[in-house]
């Protein structure tokens, strides 16, 4: 198995690029704050989630990385929240994000209470 067959990984590259999509209508002057940290966040899980799988015979690193991953995707919902807030997404694609958010979350948080179906061990 490769990590761009995870679910996960499928999931949040996904969800990287429709962020990516949305974000191209931002203001010009969030161009290096907040459309940027949106943007490398959500990009961050996905790269994350990648390094996590090629660690995997390291239990520790293994679950380390996905705890990363894990924060990269909590700290994409705060920049969506802020998004919303500053009227740069429309309700609907707020809550479609958010949704698919939440989704790659609980697919970290599975990798991570079941590392053996990953090729890992539990720590």
Known sequence: MDYRDLLAYKKSFELAM?????SKHFPKEEKYSL??????????VTVTIA??????????NFFSKLTDAEAENSETQVW???SLACGYLQEFEY???????????????????NPDKFGSSKI
């Open 18 to 22: 429709k962020i990516f999509e949305v």
């Open 35 to 44: 459309t940027d940290q949106l943007r490398r966040s959500s990009r961050s």
């Open 51 to 60: 390094e996590s799988y090629r660690k995997r015979i390291y239990p520790k």
């Open 80 to 82: 969506l929240d802020f």
């Open 95 to 113: 809550q479609e994000l958010t949704t698919s958010n939440n989704e790659v979350g609980k697919l970290i948080y599975y990798m991570m209470n």
